[in-house]
């Protein structure tokens, strides 16, 4: 049974382009996702995809990275999908998942290659807050306002005549640990 060509994305942030992910590849249909696999954001048009999709289909992915947040999340995804007669491909480890083909080498390059990036992913993770805790012990990593200089002084003014905290929050579309701290800046 033949069926649709499914293209699936995952970029990062908004600013990112999703379409070189998928460029050059004929697909029927594209689910495209703005979340970063960090956060645990809910990949609403991944949960779409895997609805729409039926036995026959074939799915690309760009990496392996794209599709899951680690490598049990992508063993997971990848039975699944076949256990539903549903090919998956990822174009840039050139692997694909045939649930009509035992192949067992694609297998086993699924799981060193999951495991590999979900190694990087936590030396990079480790790197970085090493990192940021070097900078903050130097006094050089502040994290940046949500307000600017002129809304942190009307804030202050504010409070100083005994504006509540809350309603401040409301206002300026932040925390209120953001208003204390302009209440001390000032």
């Known amino acids: ?20 992910q998928l460029e050059g590849i004929e697909i029927d249909k594209k689910f495209v996702d703005f979340a970063s696999a960090k956060t645990g954001i809910v990949k609403k048009e991944f949960e779409k995809m895997m609805t729409y999709v039926r036995e026959g289909d074939h799915i690309i992915v760009h990496s392996i990275d794209r599709m899951a947040r680690d490598l049990m999340n992508l063993l997971e995804i990848v039975r ?12 840039k480890e050139n692997l694909i998942f045939d649930p009509s083909k035992e192949d067992h080498m694609s297998k086993l390059m699924l799981n060193m290659m999951g495991a590999f990036a979900e190694f990087e992913y936590a030396i990079i993770t480790e790197r970085r807050r090493e990192g940021i805790a070097i ?13 600017t200089q002129e809304q942190q002084e009307e804030v202050a003014l504010k409070i100083s005549q005994h504006a509540r905290v809350a309603v401040l929050a409301e206002e300026y579309g932040c925390s209120r640990p953001t208003i204390y701290k302009c209440r001390k800046k000032n």
């Open 80 to 91: 699944d999908l076949n256990n539903r007669g549903i090919i998956i491909e990822f174009k």
């Open 1 to 20: 049974m033949k069926g649709q060509r499914i293209g699936y994305v995952r970029v990062s942030t908004a600013e990112q382009n999703p379409d070189r």
């Open 135 to 147: 900078a903050r012990a130097k006094r050089k990593f502040v994290r940046p306002s949500k307000l």
